[in-house]
């Protein structure tokens, strides 16, 4: 089989190079199935397995045979190259009393974004109640009854405030029986190891950051993360999902790294979309895999 398969390749490379690989392998392929019917399955189930010893869990083994074909890399900002942990927030406006204070941490704990967890992580020793109506708006924000208070908590136009979204800041309104109370301001704080991580990717694979946040930290990550590295901001999920469709028609092989929720759809219609989770005990997001947040910079 082996002679066969040599001598057709030998023959076709002087007479049409193009397909001599193809006549190799279709020979092997047709004479002696069984080796490559064994190998193939037992070879990725265990590069599954590996994967998920380093906390890296795909959904099939199909998944493994894409990624090798990627050459472009797209990530999310908030919640994925930025953790929740140790985020520095501060408040401006009303004052809040202890009631609406519990309102708002009650509120929060039915988000799984990553500005609502460390929102919550923040208002520290108080206590939650149950939460009626609640509703979450992809890429606004969250609102519900708590007691008499309805809350609403998002961006500025979500939560009917005349002030507009600063570009330089990270913010979430507060909106409490219509009545417009302050906003919180998130400094981000950047998963260890990930920044050097974009050094050594932009040998290998086209770069961007597509963010739905504002441009607050735009000169700081120009700095920081290579010069080929494409940033974009304000990008509603909708606009993700479209950014991805326009990439793929050049002939860009996508893998999506992003937080599952606001990017839900450039997950899906990535060629390998990855999620980033710090609790993959709760948050299961549709997506070809899951990444542990502890090891984002591998």
């Not at 998002?154 to 219509?178: C, H, L, M, R, W």
């Not at 060629?271 to 993959?280: C, D, L, P, R, T």
Request: aromatic fraction near 8%; proline fraction near 4%.
């Amino acid at each position: 089989i082996l002679g066969i398969a040599l001598f057709s390749g030998i023959y076709w490379y002087f007479r049409a190079p193009k397909i001599a690989i193809t006549v190799i392998s279709s020979i092997l392929i047709i004479a002696c199935p069984c080796a490559l019917a064994l190998s193939a399955p037992f070879t990725l189930g265990n590069v599954i397995r590996i994967f998920g010893k380093h906390k890296l869990y795909l959904k099939n083994a199909t998944i493994i045979e894409k990624m090798s074909k990627i050459n472009s890399l797209v990530f999310d900002k908030t919640g994925t190259i930025t953790t929740s942990h140790k985020q520095k927030i501060t408040y401006q406006g009303t004052p809040l009393n202890p009631q609406e204070k519990r309102g708002i941490k009650s509120i929060l704990r039915n988000s799984n974004h990553p500005l609502s967890r460390a929102l919550y992580d923040s208002l520290k020793n108080i206590e939650t109640g149950t939460v009626e109506n609640f509703t979450e708006v992809t890429g606004q924000g969250i609102q519900g009854k708590f007691h008499n208070y309805i809350l609403k908590i998002g961006a500025a136009g979500f939560t009917d405030n005349p002030q507009e979204d600063s570009p330089q800041e990270t913010a979430v309104y507060i909106n409490i029986d219509k009545q417009n109370k302050g906003k919180f301001i998130f400094k981000n704080n950047y998963r260890k190891g990930v920044l050097e991580m974009f050094q050594t990717l932009k040998k290998d694979f086209e770069l961007t950051l597509l963010s739905g946040d504002n441009e607050g930290e735009k000169n700081y990550l120009q700095n920081v993360l290579p010069h080929k590295c494409k940033l974009i901001f304000q990008q509603k999920p909708q606009e993700k999902l479209n950014f991805i469709k326009k990439r793929q028609k050049i002939n860009e092989k996508i893998m999506m790294i992003g937080d599952g929720l606001n990017d839900a759809g450039a997950l899906a219609q990535s060629n390998v979309g990855i999620a980033v989770s710090e609790n993959i005990n709760v948050f299961s997001p549709a997506s070809d895999g899951i990444i542990d947040a502890s090891v984002l910079k591998k």
